[in-house]
């Protein structure tokens, strides 16, 4: 038997899995755009997620609703975005990702934490929640972590590994742990 025969019915298959998947998440509720196409992925309240035209998210992304019967929380993608392997969407309240943005694997966004006053352990302690923006024609690297309340502004850059624990303005670029400001984008 020819090993190429293989590979084509092998990907034939993952097609029309692929449109299985889509349907189901369709059925349920997903909002999505023409052109757009999600690999396998986790997403518990797909009519919690609205997904623009022409996006691209790859297998592996894990999509959290946590207050799914809250009508002000959901996960919104604009449009031509793509989201690579193993990122992570955690969300309490909402998260916003604007037009033409890249996102790199591994990310994590996150719009919830907890307060931490001594005297009572961490697991009785009331959650905190701030929604998340990110602006359009934006570039998140690898496995960086974008957490509540941050708002990352039009045409900026976060290098890989960046820990996002405040705003960052319009057409800069900051990396680090905490994430801090390196230049103006030219």
């Given at each position: 038997m020819n090993p190429g025969y293989f590979g084509l019915l092998y990907n034939k298959l993952n097609t029309l899995a692929a449109v299985y998947r889509m349907m189901v998440l369709k059925l349920r509720g997903l909002t999505i755009g023409s052109g757009s196409k999600i690999g396998r992925s986790?997403?518990?309240?797909?009519?919690?997620?609205?997904?623009?035209?022409?996006?691209?998210?790859?297998?592996?992304?894990?999509?959290?609703?946590?207050?799914?019967?809250?009508?002000?929380?959901?996960?919104?993608?604009?449009?031509?975005v793509f989201i690579g392997?193993?990122?992570?969407?955690?969300?309490?309240s909402r998260i916003s990702i604007g037009n033409?943005?890249?996102?790199?694997?591994?990310?994590?966004?996150?719009?919830?934490?907890h307060r931490f006053s001594p005297g009572a352990a961490m697991n009785t302690q009331e959650t905190t929640?701030?929604?998340?923006?990110?602006?359009?024609?934006?570039?998140?690297?690898?496995?960086?972590?974008?957490?509540?309340?941050?708002?990352?502004?039009?045409?900026?850059?976060?290098?890989?590994?960046?820990?996002?624990?405040?705003?960052i303005p319009e057409n800069q670029i900051w990396a680090g742990v905490p994430a801090r400001f390196i230049k103006n984008r030219a």
């Open positions: 986790t997403c518990d309240w797909p009519n919690k997620l609205i997904i623009g035209k022409d996006c691209d998210i790859q297998s592996g992304v894990d999509f959290r609703i946590w207050q799914p019967y809250n009508e002000q929380t959901y996960i919104k993608i604009g449009d031509r392997h193993a990122c992570e969407f955690v969300c309490n033409d943005c890249l996102i790199a694997s591994g990310t994590t966004f996150v719009d919830v934490g929640s701030a929604e998340i923006v990110i602006g359009n024609d934006v570039w998140i690297g690898t496995s960086c972590a974008v957490l509540q309340g941050v708002s990352i502004g039009n045409g900026s850059i976060v290098a890989a590994g960046s820990v996002v624990n405040k705003s």
